[in-house]
């Protein structure tokens, strides 16, 4: 009773915290034309000196309208100078205030996309996760009374700097947010920030495990993708009693030096060893033993994750499942609002705008439609300027006047099976690296969502080169959330399908059946439809490959 009161008492300080950016978001949902506009009047004003803001005249920019006319809808790719040049270390480039750091992000052309990140761009994701957080205690009362485990950042991530000495990367999850903040959460969290920086992926999965079995307070669990359970729940099966061991002991048997903050929080707990010992006899895994008081699990549910959310729902029952909004490296679209049953556009953090695909025309939050599809198009206070995402939501209804929106996937060809984002210019750029695929009559990426998920290459060659899907992995690992999701184990190692003959006249026949147009169809370098080895007369370069996908 007294930790859960010590609990209620750290968890509702946060909570006071975050009660003035909720409460303006609740008020801005009736009137969101007025908030975006004041939002991005806000930005240009800001930012009207910097290099990019005096070549597109923001100081003389009098409405909305005639800001979507003089600044165009960019990409990364487009912008990828100017990138660099920050990077390099110069200032004033696409916004006046100093950077804080770069995050990164899968990119197209490039592997990896580096986002900057200001003051006004961290207080714009606080405007957004603070009415999210505070929504999420209100309307789930249990998860006050115990610890918490966020998993934002990745794990194992190594120091990097720009040339220009500019950080990549947050040190620990809490940076989202400021000082006071950041303290606070960090007291009710059930794996301490250090964790992310010792070496070694198998290292931090087996002490984030390790942590999560010590806190039987645990009420609630944030990751990205579900299947990060079904690791996590691996991990168990195979070290479980390596496991109970460590937590009978007090201590953590991992081959890495760990720092003072990880040492100092493990704990001894001889009761839950004895609890966990007993599951490994059943053998069964049961919720009820890891996480007794576990009340909400928040995740991905939608598009290509949608499938886990049954998963992880038969594996944890009576556990609530909330499916997170559109949260992008970027900037944060939308977030999920329990009373509005959806996820509610982020009008308070950033001025959103929506590309029509009829029209072509770029929709205000206001003027969006229920049941249309649009690509979401980004102002934030980073510095990326009617930056078009790549993203593609649906309208489902509306939150007073603001749209609640539905992520449906992405707008170009990018396959995410797990998170990893592969974009097809980016493959075909991979597969060009190869002297096989170069002269390949046929050479193309595709996913394989059978077993552990993965992606085959499906080749048309004379000769197939030494160690090509070890190879091909190698080059893939280049998007860092790629070589994130093949490091959790995510992702199997790609596998190479050697074609006999045929390959283009069987893929424009199977296009021609799925629907599309004989004189529109095109070859790509990724396909984002999976079952290829079906279509495709050949076989794989091994039987150890073939058996992933049989």
Not at 363 to 372: C, D, Q, T
Request: proline share 4%; aromatic share 10%.
């Amino acid at each position: 009773m007294r930790q859960r009161l010590a609990y209620r008492a750290l968890n509702t300080l946060p909570l006071a915290g975050f009660w003035r950016v909720a409460r303006q978001f609740d008020a801005a949902l009736h009137n969101p034309e007025a908030v975006q506009s004041d939002l991005l009047f806000q930005l240009l004003r800001q930012n009207q000196s910097c290099r990019y803001g005096m070549q597109h005249g923001f100081a003389t920019i009098r409405s909305v309208r005639e800001y979507q006319r003089r600044v165009p809808i960019v990409s990364y790719d487009d912008i990828s100078g100017w990138v660099e040049r920050m990077k390099a270390g110069e200032g004033g480039v696409l916004t006046s205030e100093p950077l804080l750091m770069f995050e990164k992000s899968s990119g197209s052309v490039s592997a990896a996309k580096y986002v900057p990140y200001t003051r006004t761009l961290r207080a714009q994701f606080h405007a957004a996760l603070g009415p999210w957080i505070t929504d999420l205690y209100h309307s789930f009362r249990g998860l006050a009374s115990g610890c918490a485990y966020w998993l934002v950042t990745p794990l194992s991530r190594e120091q990097e700097r720009t040339q220009g000495g500019i950080p990549v990367g947050f040190g620990s999850d809490a940076e989202y947010f400021g000082p006071l903040h950041r303290w606070l959460l960090q007291k009710t969290m059930a794996v301490p920030a250090e964790l992310a920086s010792v070496p070694g992926l198998d290292n931090c999965i087996y002490l984030t495990l390790r942590f999560l079995l010590q806190a039987r307070s645990l009420t609630f669990i944030s990751v990205w993708n579900p299947s990060f359970f079904q690791i996590l729940l691996n991990q168990f099966e195979l070290h479980g009693e390596r496991l109970v061991r460590d937590l009978l002991d007090g201590v953590a048997s991992v081959c890495a030096p760990l720092p003072r903050g990880i040492t100092n929080s493990l704990r001894r707990d001889a009761t839950q060893a004895g609890n966990l010992r007993a599951m490994l006899g059943r053998g069964r895994i049961e919720p009820d033993v890891l996480w007794p008081r576990l009340e909400l699990i928040s995740c991905w549910t939608s598009a290509a994750s949608a499938a886990a959310k049954s998963e992880i729902q038969c594996a944890f029952p009576g556990v609530a499942i909330q499916g997170k909004g559109l949260l992008a490296t970027e900037a944060v679209v939308s977030i999920p609002i329990e009373r509005y049953k959806g996820c509610v556009a982020a009008v308070t953090s950033h001025f959103l705008e929506f590309l029509d695909f009829e029209s072509g025309v770029c929709r205000l939050v206001s003027e969006l439609k229920s049941g249309a599809e649009y690509s979401v198009v980004l102002t934030t206070g980073g510095g990326f300027w009617r930056y078009q995402l790549g993203d593609r939501v649906r309208v489902t209804g509306f939150a007073g006047r603001t749209p609640i929106l539905e992520f449906i996937g992405k707008d170009d060809c990018v396959s995410d099976l797990r998170g990893e984002k592969l974009n097809a210019i980016f493959v075909a750029q991979v597969l060009e690296e190869f002297e096989c695929c170069r002269s390949a009559a046929f050479a193309m990426v595709a996913p394989c969502d059978r077993g552990i998920p993965g992606y085959i290459l499906f080749l048309e060659s004379g000769h197939c080169e030494t160690d090509l899907a070890a190879r091909l992995d190698e080059k893939l690992r280049a998007n860092p959330h790629y070589a994130y999701c093949r490091g959790l184990g995510q992702l199997a190692e790609p596998r190479v399908f050697m074609i006999q003959q045929g390959a283009r006249e069987a893929y424009l026949k199977h296009c021609e059946a799925l629907g599309q147009r004989a004189g529109s169809v095109k070859l790509t370098a990724l396909s984002k439809q999976s079952g290829w080895e079906e279509v495709f007369l050949g076989s794989f370069v091994s039987a150890a490959s073939a058996e992933v996908c049989a």
